[in-house]
Nanobody, 115 residues
Framework: QVQLVESGGGLVQAGGSLRLSCAAS????????IGWHRQAPGKQREYVAI???????NYAGSVKGRFTISRDNAGNTVYLQMNSLKPEDTAVYYC?????????WGQGTQVTVSS
């Protein structure tokens, strides 16, 4: 199994920045990609970004150019650098791992952007 723990959420003013972290543990050698999703109150969970084990990245159109996904050298911690934050970015942010054993999710971290 793979365990994921997110951190770094908080309250920030519009235009500000936050960096989220997703620390993976367990059978991390089975991970093919780690992504970020978010869920705002009353809305469905939506895709934000993903990074593969090979380093390829992809972003949702709504965050492209503002958010950057990256990982540490070991590949066990994935970061989401969020710049130029908007109130509509307010949500619980979840990381998920796509692995050879299945898909795993973290517990989420709250991001609130005030106007």
């Amino acid at each position: 199994q793979v365990q994921l723990v997110e951190s770094g959420g908080g309250l920030v003013q519009a235009g500000g920045s936050l960096r989220l972290s997703c620390a993976a543990s367990g059978r991390t050698f089975t991970i093919n990609a780690i992504g970020w999703h978010r869920q705002a109150p009353g809305k469905q969970r939506e895709y934000v970004a993903i990074i593969s084990s090979g380093g390829s990245t992809n972003y949702a159109g709504s965050v492209k150019g503002r958010f950057t996904i990256s990982r540490d050298n070991a590949g066990n911690t994935v970061y989401l650098q969020m710049n130029s934050l908007k109130p509509e970015d307010t949500a619980v942010y979840y990381c998920n791992a796509l692995t050879e054993l299945g898909e795993y999710w973290g517990q989420g971290t709250q991001v609130t952007v005030s106007s």
